[in-house]
């Protein structure tokens, strides 16, 4: 049995006392620095500023808030830090009609999560299903699930990271569940963190739930309603995962989003500032000050143990919600790939992935001398082009089917199943073999 998990996939938390101020927030960080967003090249999301509410809980405009926002984040050039590659850059190019469609379906893959599993969920068009990403200068080919079992035999790999590194694991399950079943040896209580086994090839696949990647104290319900601001500590990084670091062969990294969320950030247990959090006194330190801590701790962690492993660090993922956000009744209705030029990637999403970038490219050199092979799995841009690859309001089962004009609330941050995501694996499998 598949548990529902709720709502753990929304990235920012509603936090109870103050969740106008959240949404405040969220507008800001959005708008303030959003001046791209209404360029006449970019579309659809200007809208937010209008649509979201700026009042509070009597209806009454929230004149007080001052006008300077608290997030310091600076907005770079993203395409001057591209990595130079002699061999061919497998992260540029763009998706090609692809007749022959995903290699397993709904009926063929049992390990999907229902919020992901759209074809069950009544999803009604299938367009989406027939993309597959082509890099510019060389061929991808598809994942070829017997020979990556046969390169991994007796090996492990760990998945860390939040919701949408759970996402991408069930998408090579999926993939590789044609091969073989994956016999599932481990949940946690949440059904966040799990592990399988192929028996036959010995291979040993985890998702380790740890959105931030170092420790913290999250005080969330299921609902992802919170209680207090979740409690970064930046000297030190998640058990969860560094206890079983030695056990893997490889790992895939990512963070993201969950920087985004309401949080005070601890060193040597002592606070050093925080992020979103007014009437604290404290420092406002930004998204991208916690976003580099965090990844600089776990690059030093891995450049210092002797342990040898491959590492992808998978950028941000971008979310496509148009007309609104998440909590302000935004939707992704579209049904096919955005073509060049017709879509701008969001501030936020550049902030976090100028992040990566810059501090993998401060290790990446390193890695081969402390016989670390770290790689960048740069999902980012390709996955923007994807807003037809969402559930949007099909992350329930049949959500029209007693109202057709029923509010459901949509999900256009994680992948369905098939999907988008799919070609994550693809490229992932090209790194292994050609890495
Ligand atoms: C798979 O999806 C199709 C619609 O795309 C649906 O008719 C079928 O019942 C689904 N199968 C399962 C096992 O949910
Ligand atoms: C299975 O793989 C693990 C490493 O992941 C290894 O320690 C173990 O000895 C292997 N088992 C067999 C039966 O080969
Ligand atoms: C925390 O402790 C470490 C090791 O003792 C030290 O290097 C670091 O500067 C301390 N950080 C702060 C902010 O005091
Ligand atoms: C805020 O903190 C600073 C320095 O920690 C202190 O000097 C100031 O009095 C505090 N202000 C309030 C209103 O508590």
Known sequence: MVKEIGFDWNPWSLHKPNHVFVKFAISILLMGLAYRLFSPHSIGFSSVAETTPFVDKTGAPEASIPVESPVSVKVPEIEDQIPQKEKCDIFAGDWVPHPSGPIYTNESCHVME???NCMSNGRPDSGYLYWR????????????????????????????????????VQSLLCILSQVEQAVEVYHDEEYRSKRWHFPSYNFTLSVIW??????????????GVSSSET???????????????????????SGGKWFLKTAIYYENNTIMGCHYCPGKNLTELGVDYAY????????????????????????ATPDHFENGEWFSGGTCKRT?????????MKDVDKVLRNVEL?????????????????????????SLFRPDGHPGPYRQFHPFAEDENAKVQNDCLHWCLPGPIDSWNDLVMEMVVNG
């Open 114 to 116: 229902p919020h992901q």
């Open 210 to 223: 740890s959105p931030f990647l170092i420790k913290s104290a999250i005080f969330e319900d299921i609902n």
């Open 133 to 168: 990403w082509n890099p510019r200068d060389c061929e991808l080919p598809p994942f070829n699930a017997e020979r990556f079992l046969e390169l991994m035999r007796h090996k492990s790999w760990g998945f860390i990271g939040d919701s949408i590194s759970r996402n991408h």
């Open 292 to 315: 580099r801590k965090a990844l600089q701790l776990v690059f030093n962690f891995v450049m210092k143990s002797s342990h040898k492993i491959s590492i992808f660090l998978r950028t």
């Open 336 to 344: 096919v790939p955005f073509k060049k030029g017709e879509i701008e």
């Open 231 to 253: 409690q970064l500590h930046f000297d030190k990084l998640d058990k969860k995962w560094t206890d079983q670091y030695q056990s893997f062969d490889y790992m895939v990294i």
């Open 358 to 382: 810059e501090e993998f490219e401060k290790v990446a050199s390193m890695g081969s001398e402390k016989g670390v092979n770290l790689k960048l799995l740069d999902t980012t841009r390709l």
